[in-house]
């Protein structure tokens, strides 16, 4: 089982930048995909993007195309996201996620991760 712990939420200015973390322990994350995912009040989870295992390939929300970067630090068994160009409709919680399977693509089914963190809080104010 993986354990995934989020960190660098916060509030930021419309405009702004933040860049957050998320650190696996239980399992080394090298061949499997990672992924972010956010909830805004009264919504559903949303996929935000996703990194390949090998590759390195990404996938991202076209909301978010063009303003967030996704990446990963095998070697520390890290995933990042950083966030430019916020906008209000950024503000969520956001939950980094491990997929299950071995060598799976990345992925923006919520469906195709098993191990989620506790999430970190963006707010974004305008």
């Known amino acids: 089982q993986v354990q995934l712990v989020e960190s660098g939420g916060g509030l930021v200015q419309a405009g702004g930048s933040l860049r957050l973390s998320c650190a696996a322990s239980?399992?080394?994350?090298?061949?499997?995909?990672m992924a972010w995912f956010r909830q805004a009040p009264g919504k559903e989870r949303e996929f935000v993007a996703s990194?390949?295992?090998?590759?390195?390939?990404?996938v991202y929300a076209d909301s978010v195309k063009g303003r967030f970067t996704i990446s990963r630090d095998d070697g520390k068994n890290m995933v990042f996201l950083q966030m430019n160009t916020l906008i209000p409709e950024d503000t969520a919680v956001y939950y980094c996620a491990a997929a299950d399977r071995l060598y799976a693509a990345p992925s923006s089914s919520r469906f195709n991760y098993g191990s989620w963190g506790q999430g970190t809080q963006v707010t974004v104010s305008s």
């Open positions: 990194i390949g295992w090998s590759d390195r390939s990404t």
């Open positions: 239980g399992r080394t994350n090298r061949n499997y995909a």
